[in-house]
């Protein structure tokens, strides 16, 4: 059985990137979107990716972002991924000379299927709980019936993600990867570095069974 990847999105600070990477991560989020209370500047990221050891996805986030805020991350940040949270369209989304993710949001009758052939260039789909106010990091759940099985492309696992409940979430799942923010935090954009290494073994823990 494959291994379960795992993002830990929304790091704000070199230390909760080492922790990450400390604890078995496969990749950090970094977030530019200003609304977002795990919000980063460039400078601030560029510090995050400079203690981070090798081998480390780093992954920059965006909502809707003008072309010109995405190209200056791209540029001046060593991002290996981007990952599209809005409404972008699948002919911009892979313009930036990065490989992309693009943010389901899982709402009733959302056709996974659909959104696969229309960003069919895309990296990886991931599947999000809908909130009609935030972009990710709601804390909150979908019904992960939703989950599509056997989809001819990755699929990554979000939304309300903790320690508690991410065994059950990839035992009914079998996601390509899990991705968590607010579930490994201490307050919202600090992580707590156990939270993290008790969510990754967790992750372990379900692809040994």
């Not at 599509?148 to 993600?161: E, H, Q, T, V």
């Not at 508690?164 to 201490?186: C, H, K, L, M, W």
């Not at 290494?197 to 823990?205: G, H, K, P, S, T």
Request: proline share 4%; aromatic share 8%; net charge negative.
């Amino acid at each position: 059985m494959a291994r379960t990847r795992v993002k830990i999105c929304g790091i704000t600070r070199p230390e909760d990137a080492l922790a990450a990477a400390h604890a078995g991560a496969d990749a950090i989020g970094l977030v530019f979107y200003a609304k977002s209370p795990r919000a980063v500047t460039i400078d601030t990221a560029m510090d995050i990716c400079r203690e981070l050891p090798p081998l480390i996805s780093k992954v920059a986030l965006f909502v809707d972002a003008h072309d010109s805020d995405i190209l200056a991350v791209v540029e001046q940040v060593p991002i290996d991924l981007v990952q599209f949270h809005g409404d972008e369209c699948s002919a911009d989304c892979g313009t930036f000379g990065r490989p992309y993710i693009k943010a389901v949001s899982m709402r009733e009758g959302v056709d996974v299927s659909a959104y696969a052939k229309t960003y069919k260039d895309a990296a990886g789909l991931l599947l999000d709980t809908y909130h009609g106010v935030v972009k990710g990091g709601s804390g909150e759940s979908f019904n992960w019936n939703q989950f599509p099985a056997d989809m001819n492309k990755p699929l990554f696992l979000a939304g309300g993600l903790q320690a508690d409940n991410v065994f059950q979430a990839i035992q009914q799942t079998r996601p390509y990867a899990v991705d968590v923010s607010s579930g490994v935090e201490r307050e919202k954009g600090i992580k707590d570095a156990e939270k993290i290494a008790r969510f990754i073994a967790e992750v372990q823990r379900a692809d040994s069974e």
